[in-house]
């Protein structure tokens, strides 16, 4: 990384011509143009990130920014002046049988989410008999999808999208903060199965 300085300095310079406003003028631009390794620094600027990279805690990325290769984001991760729908949660060996409430996502704290899919995949058996699973918030997951029909999925790579309309659209209410979105198996596969749960979407 190059640093701009105020003054620009030889190697003749030994260190003697130094004076106060030059130690003041040095500090101000490593303040302004040093990256910390640790604490809160907001970066301004265009930013290239390469090969892998690990975003831990919470960031906001916002402007023009290019990932490219791999990137690992954890936490919550807030992308501003961009709308993005991306896997808020993957919650494995979901019990697709037994009746009951398996909670997929709680709404981190000032903010909200809208939901534009889940999707089913890799049962670990058949799911014949499962015809109402229900998507949402409360008790009742009746925020959101209900009785969904599931029981199609026969193989362990089979893989279904909900999305969060049918062919006509219908209206939902977004998620709140602390609000916790669910699955409710409410007549569930006739056998032993679980399954994993995607829920896509995006937070504002």
Known sequence: MALSWTKSWSSADDGSVLGGADLDNIQNDLDAQA???????????????????????????????????TNTFSNIVTFTNKSVITCLSTTLAVDMKTSGVTALYTVPAGKTMCVTHVVIRDPSATLAGGTDYDFGTSAACS??????????????????????????????????????????????????????????????
């Open 35 to 69: 990256m910390l390794l640790a604490g809160t620094q907001t970066v301004t600027g265009n930013k290239t990130l390469s090969g892998t990279n690990t975003h831990s805690g919470t960031n906001t990325f916002s402007g023009a920014n290019t990932f490219s290769n």
């Open 143 to 204: 925020s959101w999808r209900q009785t969904v029909d599931l029981q199609t999925m026969t193989a362990t790579t089979d893989v279904m999208v909900i999305t969060s309309s049918t062919a006509i659209p219908v209206k939902y209410t977004n998620n709140v903060a602390a609000s916790i979105f669910a699955i409710k198996v409410s007549t569930g596969s006739t056998g032993a199965a679980t399954a994993t749960v995607d829920l896509f979407g995006y937070l504002y």
